[in-house]
């Protein structure tokens, strides 16, 4: 496959943008690759990984020449970022970002991109509980969603380029308003998280029962909230800042039918129960008629193994 | 591996009981596997998958020479089948279940258990999101444990008897106290699953949010949350309504962090959320540590892939 930009720049080297440089390469869509993180440990690390082909010391000097500047950093650390970087863009160059925020980084990035070049937020749907440089793999984005929120007036070659991309790396492309964005990842992503931190936070405090416990017996249930619950803090603390509404409209519902099913609980409504129960199968057998995962007995996961990384 | 029972009776033909079976086979741990279930189709589907070298039509009638009857039925069952077989039970015989609460079943199965018969009450901490006999196989409790809540009284011999089979299919085996098993299982499973359930239920409730929306983008946690949520209406339902008093106490606890945290996020107070998300990052390193799962990206599960059923 031909080189879709000459020269591609990551700004935040963790998990995300790991896996982008290993797919890239894999793919051959970028004629240059290079990278920048604030953490001197973590540049040191990718310079020793080699999946960048050129390490820098600051954003304002890796985005030089870059036809595509990649923001992966925590959503509240969008807007320095741009303002570093925006006099040292090239003019029509594309700059797009990872965030699981769209709203929020549009406000804090916007304001800061020059004239002529081609702001076009996005956010891929893909992640594991792991984070920082070593955590990367190049098949990290094959067969999932990667959503693009133009803003109006967006220019559509420049999106057309950009999507490109993402499908050479194996992902469905979809586009969709900044809003709506923030308030399906607050139901889908958002808001799980926030309960999954919940969950382990209650097993954590109880004094009843001992953490050795809690750790053996994870396997019915509380395994999978665990998993969720490792989740990088600093990312995850910045998307509850930052769709502070979506996420507490949703929480609010979320209560209010647990508080439902509490008093069914208490009062023995054991047909309430049933009938609730049966209904959130359907949803289930959506998503893997879907391909976002499989039937398979111990929980195969709809993706290959990783081929670079670790 | 000599067989450890001669006739090892199963009653229930669902996931764990032909999981049993399968395993049972698999290790050469029983003499004769016989079973039953209530629903004519199920037993039909049985004869046909042949997992059992004999499936009766009753339970009285199962039972009949088994030194070991396994309980595989939903909790709210227990207490009509065990005073159905209770008098055709053979002197010496041990009876288990399979009940994922433990104080509802030793007083629903207690008063009906004749003299002579060794009842020692257990739960494999094993499953998938699968329910029915097609759904089982053989490595299902490999590296899980399986707990067991003996009486007062009971018989040592008895209880290392069984232990022996358990250990034989794979499993750890531990004992507790009833009331505590209850409590460990209130906060490792019932509680993460009726909130699993809940998340599942208000997205579906969601009108501004489309369920083909809800299904593309579940990705990012809250597949994880439709897993769980999918599984057996039937036996979740029971299990809320016969572990009331411990999952009432974990909700209240859980709701009480919720709202805490809910706090935090509309009063912008990112560093009560990034230490509470950084605390409970710990949980879960103890738990890959314990092998109940495994540190790989793409989610790979601790348990080899199955060997037998489907």
């Known amino acids: 496959m031909a080189a879709t930009y000459n020269r591609v720049a990551l700004i935040g080297l963790g998990l995300i943008a790991s896996s982008m ?8 869509l970028a004629g240059e690759i290079v990278g920048t993180a604030r953490s001197a440990e973590t540049r040191a690390v990718v310079r020793e990984l080699g999946f960048c082909d050129r390490v820098c010391d600051t954003a304002a000097e890796v985005v030089q020449g870059a036809d595509l500047v990649v923001l992966c950093v925590p959503v509240g650390a969008m807007a320095a970022i741009a303002a570093e970087i925006a006099p040292h863009l090239a003019p029509g160059a594309t700059l ?32 594991t509980e792991h984070s920082g440089p070593r955590s990367g793999f190049a098949t990290l984005f094959v067969n999932r969603w990667w959503l693009l929120t133009p803003l109006s007036g967006a220019d559509d070659a420049a999106t057309a380029r950009l999507r490109g991309l993402l499908e050479g790396m194996g992902a469905h492309v979809d ?32 004094r009843r029962v001992t953490k050795s416990e809690i750790i ?13 619950a490792a989740s990088d803090p600093t990312m995850w603390r910045d998307v509850f800042l930052t769709n502070r509404e979506a996420t507490l409209d949703i929480l609010g519902r979320f209560t209010e039918e647990l508080f439902v099913l509490q008093r069914a609980i208490r009062m023995g409504d054991g ?6 129960f049966t209904r959130t199968r359907a949803i289930r057998r959506g998503i893997i008629e879907a391909g976002q995962d499989t039937a398979a007995p111990d929980f195969g996961r709809g993706v290959p193994a990783p081929e670079a990384g670790e």
Do not use: C, N
Not at 271 to 276: A, D, I, K, N, R
């Open 175 to 206: 586009e969709m308003e900044p809003a709506h964005h923030d308030l399906v990842l607050a139901v889908t992503s958002h808001t799980p998280h926030l309960i999954a931190y919940t969950m382990v936070g209650v097993a954590d405090h109880l």
């Open 271 to 276: 047909e309430q129960l049933f009938e609730y």
């Open 96 to 127: 797009t970002d990872v965030g699981s925020v769209k709203q929020a980084v549009i406000e804090a990035v916007g304001p800061h991109v020059p004239e002529g070049v081609h702001f076009i937020p996005g956010h891929p749907l893909a992640g």
């Open 21 to 28: 440089a290993h797919a890239l390469r894999w793919k051959g």
């Open 216 to 228: 053996k017996y994870s396997a019915a249930g509380f395994r999978d909230f665990t998993r969720i």
